[in-house]
């Protein structure tokens, strides 16, 4: 993430946008249960970024991040973070 972001504005971007992380979340979670592949998935993330191109640089890295950890957050393997 860029030098621009201080932590103020990045505490307002993750509370303006924790209600779409959140339903990404949810989202990965019932693909993976349907049995998604891990493509499925980062075509997911990619959808994500590729249609919100009008985002602040600053602010589509710091949502990239948070959607990357959402989706690892819901991942069922050794390292299970949930």
Same mark, same amino acid.
């Not at 303006?16 to 998935?41: D, H, Q, V």
């Not at 993330?45 to 991040?65: A, F, G, K, Q, W």
């Given at each position: ?9 990045? /505490? ?6 924790? %209600? ?12 993976? @249960?349907?049995? *998604?592949?891990? /493509? @499925? #998935? *980062? /075509? $997911? ?14 602010? $589509?890295? #710091?949502? @990239? ?12 393997? %050794?390292? @299970? /973070?949930?």
């Amino acid at each position: 993430m860029g030098e621009t972001m201080d932590t103020k504005t990045r /505490a307002i971007v993750l509370i303006k946008y924790k %209600p779409m992380i959140e339903g990404f979340k949810n989202a990965i979670a019932e693909e993976k @249960r349907k049995g *998604a592949s891990r /493509a @499925r #998935l *980062a /075509a $997911m993330l990619d959808y994500v970024e590729s249609t919100s191109s009008d985002l602040d640089p600053d602010v $589509m890295e #710091l949502m @990239r991040i948070e959607l990357t950890e959402a989706a690892k957050a819901t991942h069922r393997g %050794p390292k @299970r /973070a949930q």
